[in-house]
């Protein structure tokens, strides 16, 4: 813990580390080194089960406070979002318990940064893995998350691909073997020929959300040199590669306060999950500083 900083980290920690912790033990000694204020994780899939012992003993682990998704019984697995708060940085308001229009149910928690008037929203993300217009009306429930005087960070895996081009290409669709997959990641556009899925990235930024990563390597200099690297799809050429489906986005002027980004994937990382490690780190000040011109520029709207 950095008292001038507030570090937001990002995990979707493949299949909550095992239901018997095979791969949970290892996921908390990289998170703990890392020391985070907030952990948006997905994949929470047995955080859930038994007393909620796995939540609690991330609790205690990382000394953070934890909060499950509402509970999803209407899929094949309730595969939970998790938000994880630090108790004496932040004090939490209210905690939403939101559903439809989502497959697998974000976690919403809205808390006060210190004495900061205006709460912080944090969502934990996980869309649809399958369908792209479920995705896009996923993506529209976010734009909830942005409307005027709201000051939100919402991070996970989105499934779907940034709307701008990036160092790394996208999939070469026809040389994709994993046909399941491909339809899975595309849409038919008006002329029946399938693209890839940019369109809940697209919803957010129209909205108004900030991409943090592409923000950090558009304003922060060598930074932000790494923050657009791949985040999943490791081995995985059958299904196109690497790809950047992991983001965190931010509104509200977050953005303003951000000052490193970075995306860990080395081999204890990949040990534990499928998916990278993502940190997002704020200068607190100005974060507060942000939290409290929301409140002026809404009554002023």
């Known amino acids: 813990m950095n008292a001038s900083t507030v570090d937001v980290v990002v995990w979707n920690i493949e299949a909550d580390g095992g239901r018997n912790g095979e791969r949970r033990d290892l996921a908390l000694d990289i998170l703990a080194e890392y020391d985070p204020d907030v952990l948006l994780q997905q994949e929470a899939k047995h955080s859930r089960e038994r007393g909620g012992r796995l939540m609690h003993a991330t609790e205690k682990r990382l000394k953070l406070r934890g909060f499950l998704a509402a509970a999803n019984p209407h899929v094949d697995a309730d595969i939970a979002t998790a938000v994880y ?12 318990p939101r559903a439809k229009p989502w497959w697998l149910h974000p976690c919403h928690v809205q808390a006060q940064l210190g004495d900061c008037p205006t709460p912080l929203n944090f969502v934990s993300l996980h869309m649809c893995y399958f369908d792209a217009d479920q995705r896009l009306t996923e993506a529209g429930w976010m734009t909830t998350m942005a409307e005027l005087g709201m000051v939100t960070i919402a991070a996970g895996d989105t499934n779907s691909y940034p709307r701008r081009s990036e160092p790394i290409a996208l999939p070469t669709w026809e040389k994709v073997t994993d046909r399941a997959h491909m339809v899975q990641r595309t849409y038919l556009d008006a002329n029946g020929t399938r693209r890839s899925d940019t369109r809940p990235d697209g919803v957010l930024i129209d909205a108004g959300f900030v991409d ?85 520029a809404l009554c002023a709207g």
């Open 85 to 96: 708060l630090r108790p004496e940085m932040f004090h939490v308001a209210e905690q939403k």
């Open 212 to 296: 943090l990563a592409r923000h950090a390597a558009d304003h922060l200099g060598e930074v932000g040199k790494e923050a657009l690297a791949a985040t999943a799809g490791f081995n995985k050429p059958h299904q196109g590669g690497p790809q950047r489906i992991d983001r965190g986005y931010g509104v509200g002027g977050v953005a303003s306060a951000l000052e490193h980004v970075e995306v860990v994937d080395n081999e204890d990382t990949r040990a534990a999950s499928d998916h990278a490690l993502l940190i997002y780190r704020f200068h607190r000040t100005r974060l507060e500083r942000v939290l409290t011109q929301a409140q002026y």
